[in-house]
């Protein structure tokens, strides 16, 4: 029988109500469950501990040495026989790919996650195309965590259809008031960057979110007279270059670049409406969030899982892929005045994300998966 000892694998450190509820789900269920990075200790890892599950990190000095890789191999493979690890759950590209080749020396299951879909097919490095294949070739078991990574596997990479699970990511979304500071802390940020609709765009600072696309939208309803300001919230290489864009357009007063934050739910819960306009995205856990806290959202269409749950004008706004510049501007036209219709298309975005990712549904499918 395999044993209940359940892994989670990954390279952050940061919080994470996704990954925190699968932990949590296993655990409820009676695995005995371990959390291992990657990387060093940090916020998550304090989370789980607290919460019963065994959390380490890996203290091997990062550097892109194969004797870097090696030696994370060679860990992971002791550790999962220490632990007698039954099931690995491995999350993000790095982690993928040393649990891809760790398997072949432990007993353990190993079901390699796959959160991107296009994102390193139009952006990566050479290196990051190389490990993708390396990881699709050597995986026993990758979940797509939605349609559109499944298609990207299959169509685009030529990974074996059979070796490919379809599984939503799960969360336990009343955890997301944890991240609050206080249940007033919303208010203070709706009164710092006070005006008549306060847009937050959250998103790791790289290219392919398009953070310079919304700009360029606010800029134009600046000039057109409408009281609107951007909260860009996350951190990443386009830092310089984004900051650069905002100081030549000349709008520092109405759009800013906040870094990091922590508690993005108090930004959520202020904010009038969430927009995210990337080309490529797997399953965005910030609209997750934001639907969570009743708040529309502008996405693009046929980008991620977007359009198997968000119908346009109903749960959500999707826009064109190719082009939403005009259409973002023109839909903050048409609904700069009527709070009352986005806060329902709010509402109606809750109940769709209640429907599809919720933990106790999701964590049901990977333990159907694991006992095959």
Known sequence: MQPKNILFFTCFNERSIHMESSAMYFKNRGYRVFFLTTCQWGSIHEELKAKGVRAD????????????????????????????????????QVPNLVSSISRFFIKAKVFNVRHNSDVIELGGSSKEKVIEKVINRLSDHIIAISDKVKTQLIDKEG?????????????????????SINENEYLKIKAKYHCRLLIVSPGRLIKTKRHEITIKGIKELQLK???????????????????????????EEW????????????????????????????????VKEAGYFEKPVIVCENVGDFSDYIVNGQNGFLLSKEDPLSEFIKLIESVYTNK??????????KNSILAEFDIELVGKQYEELQNK
């Open 57 to 92: 990190e890996i203290k091997i000095s990062k550097s892109f040495s194969l004797i870097y890789y090696i030696k994370m191999i060679l860990f992971l493979i002791r550790y999962s026989k220490k632990n007698n690890i039954g099931v690995i759950h491995s999350h993000l």
């Open 159 to 179: 990974v074996n259809s059979k070796k490919i699970y379809r599984i939503n990511n799960g969360y336990r979304f009343s955890d997301y008031e944890n991240l």
């Open 225 to 251: 007279g409408y009281d609107a300001q951007l909260l860009i919230l996350g951190e990443g290489p386009e830092h310089k270059s984004i900051e650069t864009f905002i100081k030549q357009t000349g709008i």
């Open 255 to 286: 759009v800013h670049l906040l870094g990091y934050i922590p508690n993005i739910s108090d930004y959520l819960k202020a904010s009038d409406i969430v927009v995210l306009l990337s080309e490529s995205e797997a399953s965005s856990n910030i």
């Open 340 to 349: 009352e219709l986005l806060k329902g298309i709010g509402a109606k975005l």
